[in-house]
């Protein structure tokens, strides 16, 4: 016995010794490249951070060839729930965040108004750019007083309507593209075809949710939603906002919605399971319904416009924050991929539609198909649809407001938690109580 | 796993018969598992394997196999081109997940036994001022909620520069209240004082007492700790989550990022990256599992 | 017993004058026995001072001040984070969300893990493999039982559903409802946690000598009144034990749900699951950033598991003891 602890217990510390030094070791291994500057001259190194599936493998590529002397070293980020809070801390302690970080449109925002951890692209050479982007999506990284430009933009989300053939074939709807565009000029045209498809009994509802009609429903017919333009809180007496509830929720009361929450894994699964017909789709939605509605369905998808017209969904930016050390160098990634070539990687490697004009313009994106939405012409519907887009002004919270605040609510209604009434009393209180923080 | 040394007695017999003295006819009915309690823990048992085995049913499929009712009981045959699939997604750094998870858990799991086994067997067998009062502490500290601390936590990484390395899940990980705690208890009953007197007798130091006498009494109770310690460390998800990211993940966090990002709907590579994930810690547990129950006996004897 | 500590010594003057082993007289010999306990405990309390207890100390500092990340520190406010979140009705209700969540997850698991501990405390085939079996969820990690859990319990493709389903039940809308979210998320931290509780009531149940048994057995004492008269009182510092860690685990339920929900972090569209643990990081972590309030709810969060684990001890410490006489 005494025999058999001495030998467990030498092998112990021996363990422990190397384990440590091994852990202390291994665990200091650090990230390499945190702040070489680059007055050295020699390569610099800068990070760039993303999120989602921004399409930057490809585009990153072609940007350290045309530039041996900066090297990209590329962090994936996760979701943008979990990318959110970290940036949010990163320029808070000041230290930590990347050379570049991707922006969403929500986050953006926020950033607008509490701009100073964000530098001035227009300080870095960025005035000389404008007539390269969208133009509402150029203005709409500009801070309150014009002076400060805090991103430039990747891809925005122009709104269409997915839709699935099959479905449409057995309610006796028509199934080619043009025609079914032009079953829906307008919302009540839309509702209209909804009952006609649920007078069918088929066992799919008509749309996914009763909360998909916001967002392009208050595009559509406002240029604001839930703050003014002096971000007063405004969503209680914007009578839009009230119109796209009541439209929401009148639909769900028809049974015409699947009452699914959005980016659930039953939502997931209603894909496959062809539980609706329609649901509203930017770009960057097509990659959403082919990974959950898999190859099965391909080809029984098919985009049309949407009702009513315009509207976009999402869409990114790329900034700077002040912490950077290489901040000329990230401009210069960043205008590479807000650019013309960036864009067109993209958008061929994951998708989502570029804000650069030329990039439109190019026939690998304007002339672009997608062969599991029945081979329809993705790329002139959706730089069709860009081109109309017109901007809107959405506040500093309004990604939270919209997520945390009124959509819970409004789900919450569509499934008979609460009343109509009751939802929207509470979606607005909610939302206020968050505005007002 | 080089944690779990103190553990494995490899020249022990196999436990002998306890008590040869015992009446045994007396207590067969009492003590003997009827078919009723065979049955109850075959229940457990299939209860408990369930998720996991499915997980690695599904994982052994294509994507259809998650939502498929009535689910399917049987493997299919794609595991290996999953699990390749895992394992060469850029964004989920699925390798470099499991290499550091080994080293953060190995890490935590060594300093963790060996300072809670030093603080417990002082805790329960040496007398000084103030053990009441730091025993208190000591118990409280289980008490406080990681939430409470994640905020400063991060700011003091930021502030040591600590931040995507290591050391951030590491450092503040090595003392564990748990540990001193439960090494106490344990110590309290299977160390005897004349064990600790005797050693004093023969004019040991409190230190060589500690490293000769106490520490091979504790090695039960120091491989449950051992065991639990990595298990926790490896499954843990929150401090990892906010402080690294997909560069630098733990395993957790690649798992995370598979089952969240883009691959999200890709159910086959989140399963087969949860089995992936889980996998170690079965060849841990299957190893050791063994010891660690014959410890929690063999301590329970003593008592 | 457990808890108990006996103070050695006197507590006044420099050491015992009346030394129960005078051999020790050897100043080094002396030095080690008053200053190596000291040392002995002094890496905890070191390492423990810089994460554990600076952490905390800066959290109340926070929680007295108006301080967001992306804003930054905007001065002393005292304690209106705390008497805006005591107003708000959105604490109160994942207060309560916490609480009963915790409740109906804890109660049948310590019962349900006092039954398998009495059923593994027999002599019996195989009993490693056994054990091991109802171990082996706890190796599993959070996120992984949330992921799969999650589609278990999904609506309307789920596991669960498709269960109830076949015996002739109605399909459950799991996440809609208060108690049909709970009852699912006390499943994953049941299924996670009672094997191992199993296994600590069972190595404290086999520290009972079995001549008690025996004899009661004897004296005509049925199964269950054996296991509530010799059993449960005779572990009751373990049961005690349990109910404390199981008190921490449960006040600070976070992954599970959050989970449970896709990752939302309000729980339910009427935030009928959410947590206070979840609370803290939506207030803190989306939203508005509040730091300061954040911290504010975690200081809460803190001293309310404080009290409920000492009322814990207190009651099961009386019910235990009412049994025992």
Redesign the interface.
């Known amino acids: 016995m005494s025999f058999?602890?001495?030998r467990?217990?030498s092998?112990?510390a021996a363990?422990?010794t190397?384990?440590?030094a091994?852990?202390?070791g291994?665990?200091?291994?650090?990230?390499d490249n945190?702040g070489s500057d680059g007055s050295t001259g020699g390569p610099v190194t800068i990070s760039l951070?993303y999120f989602?599936?921004p399409g930057f493998t490809q585009a990153v590529k072609d940007f350290e060839a045309a530039n041996p002397n900066i090297k990209v070293?590329i962090?994936?980020?996760?979701?943008t729930?979990?990318f959110?809070?970290?940036l949010?801390?990163?320029?808070?302690?000041g230290?930590?965040a990347s050379d570049v970080v991707m922006l969403e449109e929500g986050m953006l925002l926020?950033?607008l108004k509490?701009n100073k951890?964000f530098a001035n692209l227009l300080d870095l050479g960025a005035s000389s750019l404008e007539s390269e982007y969208l133009p509402f999506k150029w203005k709409n990284a500009f801070t309150a007083d014009g002076k400060k430009l805090v991103g430039l933009g990747t891809d925005v989300g122009p709104l269409a309507m997915c839709y699935r053939s099959d479905l449409f074939q057995q309610a006796g709807l028509p199934t080619d593209r043009d025609a079914v565009s032009k079953l829906w000029p307008t919302w009540d045209d839309y509702v209209k075809q909804g009952e006609v498809f649920k007078s069918k009994n088929l066992k799919a509802t008509w749309l996914d949710s009763a909360t998909s009609v916001m967002q392009p429903y208050i595009m559509q017919n406002s240029d604001t939603w839930f703050y003014d333009k002096s971000d007063k809180y405004i969503g209680d007496t914007n009578p839009v906002v009230k119109k796209a509830y009541d439209l929401g929720l009148d639909m769900a009361s028809k049974g015409l919605t699947s009452k699914l929450?959005r980016?659930?894994?039953?939502w997931?699964?209603?894909f496959?399971?062809a539980?609706f017909a329609t649901v509203p789709c930017p770009p960057w939605y097509t990659g959403v319904i082919k990974?959950?509605a898999?190859d099965a369905a391909k080809g029984k998808w098919d985009i049309a416009t949407i009702p009513g017209g315009g509207g976009n969904w999402g869409g990114s930016y790329l900034a700077i924050p002040e912490q950077s050390k290489n901040k000329k160098a990230a401009f210069e990634l960043i205008k590479f991929l807000t650019g013309k070539q960036g864009g067109i990687d993209a958008f061929k490697e994951a998708g989502p539609l570029p804000s650069s004009q030329s990039a439109l313009a190019d026939p690998q994106i304007a002339g672009a198909t997608n062969d599991y939405f029945n081979n329809a012409p993705v790329g002139k519907i959706y730089v069709d649809a860009a081109k109309t887009l017109k901007p809107i002004y959405l506040g500093p919270?309004h990604q939270?407001l919209w997520e945390?605040a009124f959509e819970?609510?409004m789900?919450?209604a569509e499934?008979g938690?609460?009343t109509a009434q009751a939802g929207w009393d509470?979606a607005i209180k909610d939302s206020k109580a968050?505005a007002e923080? | 796993m080089s944690t779990m040394t103190p553990t494995k007695p490899a020249t022990r017999p196999a436990p002998a018969p306890k008590r040869p003295g015992r009446v045994r006819s007396a207590s067969a009915a009492l003590w003997d598992a009827s078919p009723l309690t065979y049955l109850a823990l075959i229940l457990t048992i299939v209860l408990s394997i369930f998720p996991i085995v499915w997980s690695f049913i599904v994982a052994s499929r294509d994507n259809s196999a998650v939502t498929d009712i009535p689910p399917p009981l049987t493997p299919g045959g794609n595991f290996f081109s999953n699990a390749q699939r895992v394992l060469e997604n850029t964004d989920a750094n699925f390798v470099y997940g499991l290499i550091n998870s080994a080293i953060v858990a190995g890490c935590v799991t060594l300093s963790v036994v060996f300072f809670s086994t030093l603080a417990g067997f002082a805790f329960a067998k040496l007398k000084f001022r103030g053990k009441n009062a730091l025993l208190l502490v000591i118990i409280m500290t289980m008490m406080i909620p990681t939430q409470v601390n994640i905020i400063p936590l991060y700011l003091l990484m930021v502030k040591l520069d600590w931040t995507n390395t290591l050391q951030a899940v590491i450092v503040p990980f090595l003392v564990k209240g748990f540990g001193v705690f439960m090494i106490r208890q344990y110590a309290e009953s299977a160390i005897s004082d004349e064990l600790i007197e005797a050693a004093r007798v023969d004019g040991a130091s409190t230190w060589r007492t500690y490293w000769s006498v106490v520490l091979p009494a504790l090695r039960p109770a120091a491989a449950v700790l051992g065991l639990l310690t990595f298990m926790e460390t490896w499954n843990d998800f929150l401090w990892p989550y906010v402080v690294l990211n997909g560069d630098t993940p733990t395993v957790q966090v690649s798992l995370n990022i598979l089952a969240t990002g883009y691959y999200k709907t890709d159910y086959v590579q989140v399963f087969t990256g949860t089995a992936l994930a889980i996998v170690p810690l079965l060849i841990v547990f299957i190893a050791f599992g063994r010891q660690i129950i014959g410890g929690i006996m063999e301590g329970s004897v003593k008592a | 017993m457990t808890t108990n500590v006996e103070v050695s010594g006197p507590r006044h003057g420099r050491r015992d004058p009346v030394s129960p082993t005078p051999r020790r007289s050897l100043r080094l010999g002396r030095l080690d026995i008053k200053y190596s306990p000291y040392l002995f405990v002094a890496p905890f309390f070191l390492l423990f001072a810089v994460f554990g207890a600076y952490p905390l100390v800066y959290t109340a500092v926070l929680s007295l001040r108006k301080n967001t990340l992306t804003g930054g520190d905007q001065g002393f406010v005292g304690f209106e984070n705390y008497t805006k979140v005591l107003t708000d009705e959105h604490f109160w209700t994942v207060i309560g969300n916490t609480f009963g969540l915790f409740i109906i997850s804890t109660v049948p698991q310590l019962i349900f893990a006092l039954m398998v501990a009495s059923w593994l405390n027999k002599k019996m085939r195989a009993r490693t493999a056994i054990r091991m079996g109802v171990l082996i969820p706890n190796i599993t990690s959070v996120a992984a039982v949330g992921i799969v859990f999650g589609l278990i319990f999904a609506d309307r493709y789920g596991l669960a559903n498709w269960l109830l389903q076949s015996v002739g039940l109605d399909a459950v809308e799991w996440r809609n409802h208060r108690w049909s979210s709970w009852t699912a998320i006390a499943f994953m931290v049941d299924w996670r946690w009672t094997g191992y509780n199993a296994l600590i009531y069972l190595a404290a149940m086999q520290a009972i000598p079995k001549e008690l048994y025996e004899s009661a057995s004897l004296d005509g004492a049925s199964a269950v009144r054996r296991f509530w008269r010799i059993t449960v009182p005779l572990i009751q510092p373990t049961i005690l034990f349990t109910v404390i860690i199981s008190t921490i685990g449960g006040m600070q339920l976070f992954t599970e749900p959050l989970l449970f929900n896709y990752g939302r972090i309000q729980g339910g569209s009427l935030n009928e699951f959410q947590t206070v643990a979840m609370y803290i990081y939506e207030t803190t972590f989306t939203n508005n950033f509040n730091v300061g309030r954040g911290s504010a709810i975690s200081w809460l969060l803190f001293l309310i598991i404080l009290v409920f684990a000492l009322i814990n001890f207190l009651l099961v410490r009386r019910s235990v003891r009412g049994q025992t006489q």
């Not at chain 1, 949010?88 to 302690?93: N, T, W």
């Not at chain 1, 980016?263 to 039953?266: A, F, G, M, P, R």
Request: glycine letters at 10%; aromatic letters at 2%.
């Open positions: 058999t602890s001495r467990v217990r092998v112990a363990a422990l190397v384990g440590l091994l852990g202390m291994a665990c200091s291994a650090k990230k945190a951070s989602g599936t070293d962090k994936n980020e996760g979701q729930k979990d959110v809070p970290k949010a801390q990163q320029l808070s302690a230290s930590g926020q950033y509490d951890p929450a980016w659930s894994t039953d997931d699964a209603a496959k399971n539980a990974e959950r898999g919270k939270a945390n819970p609510a789900q919450a499934q938690k609460l509470k968050l923080g």
